[in-house]
C-alpha cells in the first residue's frame, strides 16, 4: 500500500508541477493554457485519493489533518475555478485579467500549506 500511496504522492507532485510551472512558463502570456487546467483538476482528485488510502491503511507515517486538508481543498476549489474561468475566457479571446494569476499564486500557497503546516 506504501507504494501505491507515493505513486499517488508523485501524480499530486506533477499536478503541482503543471499549475506552477505553467503558470511561470505562460506568465508573459497571460494565458491559462490547458496543462494548468487539467493540473488543477489533477491536485483535487490526487489529494482526495491521498486522504482515502491514508484513512483507509491506519499507518501512524500518513496522519490525516483534516483541518489542513480542508483549508487545501478550498485553496485547491479556487485555483481550479481560476484556471476553467481564465481558459474560458481565453477560448472566447478575451483577456484572461488576474485569473492566471490567482491560479498560480493560490496553487504556491498551497505548495505552502502542505510544506510549512
Ligand atoms: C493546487 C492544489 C494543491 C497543491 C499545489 C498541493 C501541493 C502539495 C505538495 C507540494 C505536497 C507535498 C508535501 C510534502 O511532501 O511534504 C502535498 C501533499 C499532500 N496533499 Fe496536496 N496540494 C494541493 C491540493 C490538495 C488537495 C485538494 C488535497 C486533499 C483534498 C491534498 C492532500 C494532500 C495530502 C494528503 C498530502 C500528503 C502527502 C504525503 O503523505 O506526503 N492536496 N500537496
Avoid: C
Avoid at 489529494?47 to 507515517?61: F, Q, R, T, Y
Amino acid at each position: 500500500m506504501d507504494l501505491v500511496y507515493n505513486l499517488i504522492v508523485a501524480l499530486h507532485l506533477l499536478g503541482m508541477a503543471a499549475v506552477v510551472g505553467g503558470w511561470i512558463a505562460v506568465r508573459s502570456g497571460r494565458t491559462v493554457i490547458a496543462p494548468i487546467v487539467w493540473g488543477a483538476r489533477a491536485q483535487i482528485v490526487t489529494g482526495l485519493a491521498l486522504v482515502g488510502v491514508a484513512s483507509a491503511i491506519n499507518d501512524p507515517e500518513h496522519t490525516v489533518n483534516h483541518t489542513k486538508i480542508a483549508v487545501k481543498l478550498v485553496i485547491a476549489l479556487v485555483v481550479v475555478a481560476a484556471a476553467e474561468m481564465g481558459a474560458a475566457r481565453g477560448r472566447k479571446g478575451k483577456d484572461t485579467g488576474s485569473l492566471l494569476d490567482v491560479a498560480g499564486g493560490a496553487a504556491v500557497v498551497n505548495v505552502l500549506v502542505a510544506a510549512v503546516w
